[in-house]
C-alpha cells in the first residue's frame, strides 16, 4: 500500500495537494474585471462586470458575498456558471458571475470586495471553510451632458407602433387600440421615459397603464415598456392624432437621437369617401328615394288627386276648365312641385301666386297663414306640406271672368326656382 501512495505522489503531486488542509497562493484567486467600452461612462450608463473565480481545489460548497455597491444600481445577468478549463495543461474549475451596474453620480466609484465562501476538503476527507477576496475596483464616471429632456441612455433601442385595426377604417361608432412598444437594450425599467400624453384635437383618447417588463442577458437587460390608448373620432368623421418625440443617448456612438412618432388620421370608414354617418339624415333619404315602378305609382296618385281637387269640385268648360285640371295649370304645378321636394318656402310661394290670383280668397290666406306660423313661429314645428297642398287645392276659387287674364299672366312668369 505504501508503494502505491508513493506512485501516486510521484504521478499526481497536484492530487495531493488538492486534499491538503493548506491552501497554496496558486490554488484560488478571486478577480473582478470590468469590460472595456472604449470611453468614459457617464451617469446611469451601463457597464458590465465579471466576477471571476479559478479554482484548483475540490469544493464541496460555496456562496458568493457581493458588496453594496454604493453609487450604483445593478442587475445580476442571469444564474452563476461554472465549467472546467486547461491553463498550463492543467484542469481548473472555473466561476463566473456576469451583473450590470449603473452608475448613479459622477466622480470616482468603487466596486467594493466581492467574497467567496468555499468549502475545501483535507488530508481527512474533512470539510473546512476558506475565504477568496477579490480586489477593490475603482472606475472614473462622467456627468451626464445637459439636456431639456428625460435622460435615456441606451446601449440599443427599438419602437414599433401597432394598431388593432386600420385607424382609418374604423366602424360606425368604434375606437382603435394604439400601441408604442419600447425595446431598450442596456437599461431598467425606471430608465424608461414616463409615457407621453397623446392629444387630439378633434378625437377622444384614454390612456391605459403602462406595462414595463425586463429580460436578463450576457449583454446587458433588455427592457420593453408598452403604452397603450384606445382612440375613437368625436365629431363622427375623423381626427388626427398629433406626433410625439422621443429622446435618447446612444452610448456606442455617443450622440444624442430622437425618434419621432408621426401623425395618424383615424377616421370612420364612410368618411374616407363621403361625408360622416347620419342616421337620421340617411332616413329621410331613403323614404324621398323613389325608383322605378314606385315613380309611375306615385305620378298616378297624384294624377287623380289633382283630378279630384280641379275638376271634380266644380263644373269648367272650355279652355278655363282645361287649364284649370291641376296638372294643366302651372301655378297648382308649382304647389305640387314643391311639396314633392318638400320645400316649404317654394310651396309657400307658389300659393301666394294662387292668392294673387284668386281675389279675396279669405280661406286660402289663412292657409298661407298656418305654414307661416309652422315655418317661422317660436314652436319650429315642421310642416307637413302635403296637408297644406290638399288645403291649398281644395280651397282655391277663381270668378269665370277674371281667371283667363290673371291665369294667363302667371303662366307668363318665370318658374320658380325650387
Known amino acids: 500500500m505504501t508503494h502505491f ?41 451601463m457597464m458590465l462586470i465579471t466576477i471571476r473565480g479559478v479554482y484548483r481545489r475540490h469544493i464541496m460548497l460555496e456562496k458568493l458575498q457581493q458588496p453594496t455597491l454604493e453609487g450604483f444600481n445593478w442587475a445580476q445577468l442571469g444564474p452563476d456558471s461554472w465549467r472546467e478549463e486547461r491553463i498550463n495543461g492543467k484542469k481548473v ?14 466622480g470616482a466609484l468603487t466596486i467594493g470586495a466581492f467574497t467567496h465562501r468555499l468549502t475545501l476538503t483535507d488530508e481527512e476527507n474533512k470539510w473546512f471553510e476558506h475565504p477568496v477576496t477579490s480586489a477593490p475596483v475603482t472606475v472614473r464616471v462622467d456627468a451626464a451632458p445637459e439636456t431639456p429632456h428625460w435622460w435615456f441612455p441606451v446601449k440599443s433601442l427599438k419602437i414599433s407602433d401597432e394598431w388593432s385595426n386600420a385607424p382609418d377604417q374604423l366602424g360606425p361608432n368604434a375606437g382603435v387600440l394604439r400601441v408604442i412598444r419600447i425595446e431598450a437594450l442596456g437599461a431598467m425599467p425606471d430608465m424608461i421615459p414616463l409615457m407621453p400624453e397623446l392629444h387630439s384635437p378633434s378625437g377622444m383618447i384614454f390612456a391605459h397603464p403602462e406595462k414595463r417588463l425586463v429580460e436578463l442577458s450576457p449583454e446587458g437587460p433588455v427592457t420593453y415598456a408598452f403604452w397603450r390608448w384606445t382612440i375613437r373620432p368625436t365629431n363622427g368623421v375623423s381626427g388626427i392624432v398629433e406626433p410625439f418625440t422621443l429622446h435618447y443617448f446612444d452610448t456606442q ?22 361625408p360622416s354617418p347620419d342616421p337620421e339624415r340617411d332616413n329621410v333619404a331613403a323614404k324621398a328615394k323613389l325608383l322605378g ?12 288627386v289633382s283630378f279630384w281637387f280641379g275638376i271634380a269640385t266644380r263644373t269648367r268648360t272650355g279652355q278655363p276648365a282645361l287649364q284649370r285640371f291641376a296638372p294643366l295649370d302651372p301655378v297648382t304645378y308649382h304647389v305640387i312641385y314643391a311639396a314633392l321636394r318638400r320645400n316649404s318656402a317654394a310651396a309657400r310661394r307658389a ?49 269665370p271672368g277674371a281667371f ?9 312668369t318665370p318658374r320658380p326656382r325650387i
Open 404 to 412: 283667363h287674364e290673371k291665369s294667363a299672366d302667371l303662366v307668363r
Open 293 to 304: 315602378w314606385r315613380a309611375g305609382l306615385l305620378a298616378g296618385v297624384v294624377f287623380l
Open 93 to 106: 474549475k472555473i466561476f463566473e458571475r456576469r451583473m450590470a451596474v449603473f452608475p448613479k453620480r459622477a
Open 253 to 274: 456612438t455617443r450622440e444624442t437621437n430622437e425618434v419621432t412618432i408621426a401623425a395618424q388620421r383615424v377616421a370612420y370608414q364612410s368618411s374616407v369617401s363621403g
Open 351 to 399: 300659393a301666394a301666386s294662387l292668392l294673387a290670383r284668386d281675389d279675396r280668397n279669405v280661406k286660402l290666406s289663412k292657409i298661407i297663414g298656418r305654414l307661416d306660423a309652422e315655418i317661422f313661429g317660436t314652436a319650429r314645428n315642421t310642416s307637413d306640406l302635403w296637408a297644406f297642398t290638399r288645403s291649398v287645392l281644395k280651397n282655391r276659387t277663381n270668378p
Open 5 to 45: 501512495v508513493f506512485i501516486i505522489a510521484l504521478l499526481f503531486p497536484s492530487w495531493l495537494w488538492a486534499q491538503s488542509g493548506v491552501v497554496l497562493d496558486g490554488d484560488l484567486s478571486l478577480s473582478v474585471t470590468i469590460e472595456d467600452a472604449g470611453h468614459i461612462p457617464v451617469t446611469q450608463e
